[in-house]
């Protein structure tokens, strides 16, 4: 069964550090998608980054950019420059042709000034 | 403005109450989805409807009724609801699932 791991309950750090939230993952499938989803205290489920298992490269958006580790199964999230708008709960998520999503259960962040 | 209205925000219903949950997408996907989020679980897939077909039902308690009568629109219909029924209730879209989905703002149900 696929499944998907969020080690960090919380984590805070002060505003204009870099953080890197973890996430594993397991399925059997060869092609899937990786995706890291913010949501804000406006409770709005925002996508944030997405990575295609069969790409090597690193996905990036900006200030956030991923470690795809796919023999680790391992799909952290940087975030560069923090900033207060980051805090956020943040959760990764697997896509491998089901019709559903696998969600971790989240990291909360909290970017402190 | 993302796409995927949800109405109401905010709901208070008694447990003999009959309620309704909206959600409306307007960017042409073809796929629809129901998520409860309650505090300190992991999102909890309830329903989802591909091509106006419902293709997924995870045990959802019949107290809980889904109904996408088009491709654009999803309600949810509520009635003899629990306390512990209350949540934040997520609806979201999707054209190809590996794409990503968009989310609705939610509408966060308490049942008293």
């Known amino acids: 069964a696929q499944t998907v791991t969020q080690s960090q309950p919380e984590m805070s750090v002060q505003e204009a550090e870099t953080v890197t939230l973890s996430c594993t993952y397991d399925t059997s499938e060869n092609n899937y998608y990786l995706f890291w989803y913010k949501q804000p205290p406006s409770r709005q489920m925002i996508l944030v980054i997405r990575q295609e298992a069969y790409k090597q490269q690193n996905a990036t958006e900006n200030r956030f950019s991923v470690n795809f580790q796919k023999a680790a199964k391992s799909f952290s999230l940087k975030i560069s420059d923090s900033q207060l708008g980051d805090t956020a709960m943040y959760f990764c998520a697997l896509w491998d042709s089901n019709y559903q999503l696998i969600w971790g259960a989240g990291t909360k962040l909290i970017i402190k000034p | 403005e993302t796409g995927v209205t949800q109405t109401p925000r905010h709901l208070v219903m008694g447990m003999t109450n009959k309620k309704s949950l909206k959600c409306e997408q307007h960017l042409g996907h073809n796929a629809m989805y129901w998520y409860k989020q309650s505090a300190k679980k992991p999102l909890e897939l309830m329903f989802v409807y591909s091509l106006e077909e419902r293709v997924e039902n995870n045990s959802v308690p019949s107290r809980f009724s889904p109904e996408c009568p088009n491709s654009s629109h999803l309600f949810l219909h509520l009635h003899t609801l629990q306390p512990e029924d209350s949540a934040l209730y997520l609806c979201?879209?999707?054209?190809?699932?590996?794409?990503?989905?968009?989310f609705g703002s939610g509408t966060r149900l308490t049942v008293v």
């Open positions: 979201a879209s999707s054209q190809q699932g590996r794409s990503g989905y968009t």
